[in-house]
């Protein structure tokens, strides 16, 4: 597609449930990043991808997240055991031009768990 | 541990004030710093700075690093109501490839 692409754009959850967010990249992007926002706070980064694999997965808070991007395009933000505290806007963006930082931001999945 | 800070947190502007927004930054290996606009929920890529005093420009909107004081400035001029967004900093290092954002600065422009 044109741009990137996030769903669901919302999500309700219980504590405990398990969720699963997907993001589609611009095609051809190589670079896959997933952030998230907290009301009234910049994006916080998870987890980047360069092709199939995990380059940095150091913003993941706690082995309750898990992020995959088997084929190297599509990926799936994993989330186990959900807790209220996981509710916030999940940010996708690719990159086709690595360490630039020219990120390209789809419109976010908004988490909220109950 | 690397930081990116913002200042004002918010502004409320008349259309055609010129604002000023300011980022600074502790962080190391330093490569780039970056103005992102987020208006509803996806940010949108503004300007990309690398080098100190060299000013980006792109209609009404202008920004400078200085490298040697870590900060930034992204001026607007002639403020218009569709210039209403939060707009945030972000900070890329040498270290990996990862963006650190600032909490942002959220801008009212009214008519």
């Known amino acids: 597609g044109a741009g990137v692409s996030q769903t669901p754009s919302n999500k309700v959850t219980e504590k405990g449930k398990y969720v699963e967010l997907r993001c589609d990249p611009i095609?051809?992007?190589?670079?896959l990043y997933w952030y998230r926002q907290s009301l009234g706070q910049g994006p916080e980064f998870l987890i980047y991808?360069?092709?199939?694999?995990?380059?940095?997965d150091s913003g993941l808070p706690n082995d309750r997240f898990f992020a995959v991007r088997p084929e190297g395009s599509v990926s799936t933000l994993k989330i186990q055991r959900t807790e209220r505290g996981d509710s916030a806007v999940y940010l996708c963006a690719s990159s086709g031009t690595p360490n630039t930082g020219e990120l390209f931001f789809g419109e976010g999945s908004r988490l909220t768990v109950l | 541990e690397d930081k990116v800070v913002q200042s004002p947190l918010s502004l409320v502007v008349h259309e055609g004030d010129t604002v000023t927004l300011n980022c600074s930054y502790e962080?190391?290996?330093?490569?780039?710093l970056l103005w992102y606009k987020q208006e509803k929920k996806a940010p949108t890529f503004l300007f990309m700075l690398?080098?100190?005093?060299i000013e980006k420009k792109s209609g009404r909107l202008s920004s400078i690093l200085d490298k040697k004081e870590l900060f930034s400035i992204l001026n607007i001029t002639a403020t218009q109501t569709g210039d209403s967004a939060v707009y945030l900093c972000a900070v890329n290092t040498h270290n990996t490839d990862k963006l650190i954002f600032g909490t942002g600065t959220r801008l009212q422009v009214f008519p």
């Open positions: 991808f360069q092709g199939t694999g995990a380059a940095d």
């Open positions: 095609s051809g992007h190589t670079a």
């Open positions: 962080v190391t290996n330093f490569r780039s």
């Open positions: 690398t080098s100190s005093g």
